[in-house]
């Protein structure tokens, strides 16, 4: 009875020894090697960095003539509307980024040893979606900053004096910077619910392309409404203000949109096999 027992409790001993070593810090240090050893990661990040930059330079040198001889908030705005154009092409990149950086992992099937490392699983997700939305928080930011750095000289050849020390003017780039993080994690969501590259891209270029337009094309109330609430349309209120929602109230509908998204792939990914 006693020898039978020993290799059990041996092996007891060494799984629980396992999970003893297993850390927030440990799970966040391997999900980061992953993702900066992805080459579709340095693609996507210097992709979204080029656009965010040429699309602000193109657009300053181009439109200055809408923007002459104007000051105060119309010329914050107007700085605003030249950094954020790229945000256009940028957040179809990061969709598509946000889905390669888990179904990546299934495609190959390295997701079952990240899942035998961490065999509870939502770590792993977890760990994925936080240092993803780091990743991204930080390339989007710093492309922000230099397409102003870079256009302000040439707004205000025109006369746009937009005040670099203006805190509206940052909170409008933290709101811009904010709805790259959100449709990133919205894919990231997709991609985990889905297990599949082709299927996550498709499904998430869909809800940022195809559902507007569809919702667009019907003539009615409830369909221009509905179309509102669209993470491609809400999210924009975070850093164009004005519109239907407060940013706050934008930064809530995102918020709900991530939520569905990710808590899905979470029930998801504890109840079915690797």
């Given at each position: 009875m006693s020898t039978l027992a020993q290799p059990s409790l041996a092996r007891s001993s060494h799984i629980d020894a396992s999970n003893r070593g297993l850390s927030a810090t440990g799970i966040l240090r391997s999900e980061w090697i992953k993702l900066r050893s992805l080459r579709s990661t340095w693609w996507s990040f210097g992709i979204i960095?080029?656009?965010?930059?040429?699309?602000?330079?193109?657009?300053?040198?181009?439109?200055?003539?809408?923007?002459?001889?104007?000051?105060?908030?119309?010329?914050?705005?107007?700085?605003?509307?030249?950094?954020?154009?790229?945000?256009?092409?940028?957040?179809?990149?990061?969709?598509?980024?946000?889905?390669?950086?888990?179904?990546?992992?299934?495609?190959?099937?390295?997701?079952?040893?990240?899942?035998?490392?961490?065999?509870?699983?939502?770590?792993?997700?977890?760990?994925?979606?936080?240092?993803?939305?780091?990743?991204?928080?930080?390339?989007?930011?710093?492309?922000?900053?230099?397409?102003?750095?870079?256009?302000?000289?040439?707004?205000?050849?025109?006369?746009?004096?937009?005040?670099?020390?203006?805190?509206?003017?940052?909170?409008?780039?933290?709101?811009?910077?904010?709805?790259?993080?959100?449709?990133?994690?919205v894919s990231l969501g997709i991609g985990a619910a889905l297990r599949s590259t082709p299927g996550g891209i498709a499904a998430s270029l869909g809800l940022m392309l195809v559902v507007p337009t569809v919702f667009q094309l019907i003539p009615a109330a409830w369909s221009t409404t509905l179309a509102e609430w669209l993470p491609s349309s809400a999210g924009r209120n975070l850093y164009y203000w004005g519109g239907t929602f407060e940013p706050w109230q934008a930064l809530l509908v995102m918020l709900g949109w991530v939520a569905v998204f990710i808590t899905t792939a979470a029930v998801l990914m504890k109840r079915r096999d690797a």
């Open positions: 960095f080029a656009i965010q930059i040429g699309m602000a330079v193109l657009f300053s040198l181009t439109a200055t003539d809408r923007f002459a001889q104007i000051s105060g908030d119309e010329a914050t705005n107007a700085a605003v509307s030249v950094t954020t154009v790229g945000l256009l092409f940028g957040q179809l990149v990061i969709a598509v980024l946000g889905v390669l950086v888990i179904s990546g992992e299934y495609a190959t099937g390295q997701i079952r040893s990240s899942f035998m490392a961490v065999p509870s699983r939502l770590p792993v997700l977890a760990a994925k979606a936080i240092v993803f939305s780091i990743a991204t928080f930080v390339v989007t930011l710093v492309s922000i900053v230099v397409a102003y750095l870079v256009t302000m000289p040439i707004l205000a050849g025109v006369g746009v004096q937009a005040n670099p020390f203006d805190g509206a003017l940052w909170l409008h780039f933290l709101g811009a910077v904010a709805y790259l993080v959100f449709i990133g994690l």
